[in-house]
């Protein structure tokens, strides 16, 4: 099938990644490590090459690459997020497989790609670029809290230090450093002339916008205190207070966007053609249930001119037991994810409605928003639909203060109604604190990443349980909760990983919590 073809090259390409890190350890002569250097990386820095380093970071560093992006996000965070599920029955991670061939390649992106280019990128310009430097620093806290995420330990405070075997950092000491970077970046940048523009337009998201990066710092400080906000809560307060109180995004005009380009292509919409990712029932289940205008710009009609999904986990029996599974009959990404669409349509980096969503969890702690809980909710879903194109005030109203419920499905296994919540704001803090989750989550479309990360944090929105998981550290209907450490990390780096393990704060299995989790 299509999508296993794709896979086939993204491990290739996989395999020369690791061919170059084994070539780097095992001591080659120079004529050799010449021979096996990436041509795209930057073997020294300039002033004149700085901006293009900065641009590849940022196009690797969100798993832009087509073959990383389907190896790093739509077979694993995608699909256990439920933005969606699975109809190719050679896909076995939708059921909680962990194909380690498979995930290596977003390891591999970060310790070979992206983070020795941010890390050129960083050093070249620490004295004589501070703007240009400080707009990096944000950039790595934005790749480093998503790859972290992942696993919980990770190399990090010594990783591109050329060393052999790099200790796990816990995911503890690597949130605090985060926040620290993020800090010190935003200082540089409120001091600077905000005219002035670092990386001009090879800035692949702002185009050197020292306001909007500030905005982008503080909107990804707040998502982090929230993160930690289970662990740690009195240091959650301190540091969500301080990114609104610095200025967080409030309008789409702040939305973070990658540029995209015919080298340069959106991965989602390069998969669009393929038969694999449907809507999942769960997000059909909330979308038809509120009447929600944004099903039409996320998903695409089946073929009986109607929206569908199906169950994440299907075993590939169930999935050809009824031709309610079948690619046709299920509902593909929406309009603007089409393979004709791929060289323009921006990839998603952070939007302005998960800042209010974020505000709004906070208000509900307690904590100092800039806003009441209410208030920042609605914000947050007008927002949402505005980005999407949806902006009669009407329907706007209606959907904000809509009494609807998740819908009854026809699907394959009957499913009932996802939850029982509406949209129109409750009475009660367990009812508001759903109902923020459950919105936030929606508003990330198509973001996987962040939204497998929040639902795993909050437990919203509800989400139907995986129709099998054939991983048997996770139970049915229990969510899988990480990706192990890598078994090639395992055999390189072995003293590291072992010592790692307690860092867990369990054993290294995918139902073991994260820190931020626990």
């Known amino acids: 099938m299509k999508s296993i073809n794709y896979i086939k090259q993204g491990l290739l390409m996989q395999g ?6 084994l070539v780097m350890t095992t001591g080659c002569t120079k004529k050799f ?9 930057f073997s020294s820095l300039t002033a004149a090459t700085i901006p293009n380093a900065f641009a590849k970071a940022e196009y690797q560093g969100i798993y832009g690459d087509p073959g990383i992006y389907e190896l ?8 256990w997020s439920q933005f969606f599920a699975n109809v190719d029955p050679g896909i076995k991670s939708d059921r909680y497989v962990i194909i380690q061939d498979w ?11 992206t983070w020795p280019t941010l890390k050129q990128v960083l050093d070249a310009t620490a004295t004589t670029q501070p703007e240009a430097n400080a707009i990096a620093k944000i950039w790595k806290a934005y790749i480093w809290h998503y790859h972290t995420d992942f696993y919980g330990p990770v190399p990090y405070f010594q990783a591109g230090t050329g060393a052999l075997s790099i200790p796990y950092d816990s995911q503890q000491d690597i949130y605090d450093d985060l926040f620290k970077t993020l800090d010190s970046a935003v200082t540089v940048l409120k001091g600077a002339n905000a005219s002035l523009t670092p990386y001009g337009t090879n800035d692949l998201i702002f185009h050197g916008s020292i306001p909007l990066w500030i905005k982008l710092a503080n909107t990804l400080h707040l998502r982090l205190a929230l993160r930690i906000s289970k662990v740690d809560p009195a240091r959650a307060k301190t540091e969500a207070e301080k990114a609104v109180a610095g200025g967080v995004m409030t309008t789409n005009d702040d939305n973070a966007f990658m540029d995209v380009g015919p080298n340069s292509v959106n991965g989602l919409n390069q998969m669009s053609p ?4 449907r809507m999942s029932a769960s997000m059909e289940s909330y979308l038809k249930g509120y009447n929600d205008p944004r099903m039409t710009e996320y998903y695409s009609p ?7 999904g199906v169950r994440n986990g299907l075993t590939p029996a169930q999935l050809s037991a009824s031709a309610l599974n079948s690619p046709d009959n299920t509902s593909n990404v929406g309009p603007r994810y089409t393979i004709d669409n791929q060289a323009t349509n921006k990839l998603t980096v952070m939007y302005a409605a998960e800042a209010y969503f974020l505000r709004a969890e906070g208000a509900v702690n307690g904590w100092n928003m800039d806003g009441a809980a209410q208030d920042l909710y609605e914000q947050g879903i007008r927002v949402s639909l505005q980005q999407w194109g949806i902006t009669d005030a009407t329907i706007l109203d209606n959907y904000i203060h809509g009494t609807g419920t998740p819908a009854v499905l026809n699907d394959y296994l009957n499913s009932g109604a996802v939850s029982n919540i509406p949209v129109k704001f409750g009475a009660t803090e367990a009812i508001q604190r759903q109902q923020i989750g459950t919105q936030k989550y929606l508003a990330l479309f198509p973001d996987g990443i962040e939204a497998w990360a929040e639902v795993r944090r909050t437990g919203y929105p509800v989400l139907y349980p995986v129709a099998n998981s054939e991983n048997p550290d996770v139970v049915a209907p229990s969510m899988i909760s990480r990706f192990n450490f890598l078994d090639y990390e395992y055999q390189t780096n072995g003293k590291a990983v072992q010592a790692a393990i307690p860092l867990l704060g369990g054993v290294d299995k995918a139902s073991t919590r994260v820190w931020w989790n626990k």
């Open 103 to 113: 995930i290596i390649s977003q390891w591999s992106s970060v310790y070979t790609v």
């Open 16 to 21: 020369l990644i690791i061919v170059g890190v």
């Open 33 to 41: 490590d010449e021979l096996n250097t990436d041509p795209t990386t």
């Open 72 to 79: 790093a996000r739509a077979l694993f965070p995608d699909l």
């Open 302 to 308: 089946a073929a009986d001119g109607h929206y569908h």
């Open 274 to 277: 393929w038969e694999g990712a």
